[in-house]
C-alpha cells in the first residue's frame, strides 16, 4: 500500500480565496483524523470520520473550516474564507479498527500558507 | 487546554548517551499511549505504544516508561544516534466504556543527537 496520500503537498493562496486540502486514506482503514500542526499548539485534532461519518468535529476551529468524506477513499478539508492565522500544516490520518492498537498512519501533510 | 504537555521543547544529547523525553497528561481516562517521531517535511510514524496495565514497554533502543500515579510518561533512546534527531510527539487516548478513538497529542520535543 502506498500509504496516506495527501494533495497538494504544497499550497500558498491570498487571503479570503478558498482552498480546498485532500487525502486518501490507506485502504481498509476505518478511521480518518485531520490534524493541524502549529508551533504553539502542536498536532490538533479538527476532524475525525469512522466509516465515512463524521464522529467528532469539536476541534474545528470555526465555520469557516469543513470537512467531507463521500467514500471509503476520500476526504476533503475546505477553508473559506482563508486566513493568515490558517497557515499551518495539515496532517490526515488514517487507521484500522480493533486489535487494541490505536496507531495511526499519517500522511505527509500539506504546508498551506495563506498571504 | 492541553491535555497532553511536553514541557521541553527542545533536547541535545551527545552521541551513544541516552535521550529522555517527558510527557505529563491530565485526563485520568487516558488509558494508551503511543510515541511518534517527525521528521522534516514528512508525516509523523508511529514508534512505540504502552497500554496503561503496563509500566514498561521495550522496543530495540527504545523503552517508554509509564507513572499512572503521576499521569508521567517518558521516552528512553540509548544509545542515542545522529539519526534519532527528530521532533518526538507524546499523544494519548481513551479507549474504555466506548469513549472516542481519537488521538490527542502534545507539542512535541525535537531532539538533537551530536555526534
Known amino acids: 500500500d502506498a500509504g496516506v496520500i495527501q494533495s497538494p503537498r504544497h499550497e500558498v493562496t491570498e487571503m479570503g480565496q478558498e482552498v480546498t486540502l485532500r487525502c486518501k486514506p490507506i485502504?481498509?482503514?476505518?478511521?480518518l483524523f485531520w490534524y493541524r500542526q502549529t508551533m504553539m499548539r502542536g498536532l490538533e485534532l479538527l476532524i475525525y470520520?469512522?466509516?465515512?461519518?463524521?464522529?467528532?468535529d469539536s476541534g474545528m476551529p470555526e465555520d469557516r473550516f469543513s470537512a467531507k468524506m463521500p467514500n471509503a477513499s476520500f476526504s476533503t478539508l475546505k477553508i473559506q474564507p482563508s486566513e493568515p492565522r490558517d497557515s499551518a500544516v495539515y496532517f490526515c490520518a488514517s487507521r484500522r479498527e480493533g486489535g487494541g492498537n490505536t496507531e495511526a498512519f499519517f500522511g505527509q501533510g500539506t504546508r498551506l500558507t495563506v498571504v | 487546554d492541553q491535555q497532553v504537555k511536553q514541557n521541553s521543547p527542545s533536547l541535545s544529547v551527545q552521541e551513544g548517551r541516552i535521550s529522555i523525553l517527558n510527557c505529563d497528561y491530565t485526563n485520568s481516562m487516558f488509558d494508551y499511549f503511543l510515541w511518534y517521531k517527525k521528521y522534516p517535511a514528512e508525516g509523523p510514524t508511529f514508534l512505540i505504544s504502552i497500554s496503561s496495565i503496563k509500566d514498561k514497554n521495550e522496543d530495540g533502543r527504545f523503552t517508554v516508561f509509564l507513572n499512572k500515579s503521576a499521569k508521567h510518561l517518558s521516552l528512553h533512546i540509548v544509545p542515542s544516534q545522529p539519526g534519532d534527531s527528530a521532533v518526538y510527539f507524546c499523544?494519548?487516548?481513551?479507549?474504555?466504556?466506548?469513549?472516542?478513538?481519537?488521538?490527542?497529542f502534545g507539542t512535541g520535543t525535537l531532539l538533537a543527537v551530536q555526534p
Open positions: 485502504s481498509g482503514h476505518d478511521y
Open positions: 470520520f469512522n466509516n465515512n461519518v463524521p464522529i467528532d
Open positions: 499523544a494519548a487516548s481513551a479507549r474504555r466504556g466506548g469513549a472516542t478513538n481519537k488521538l490527542i
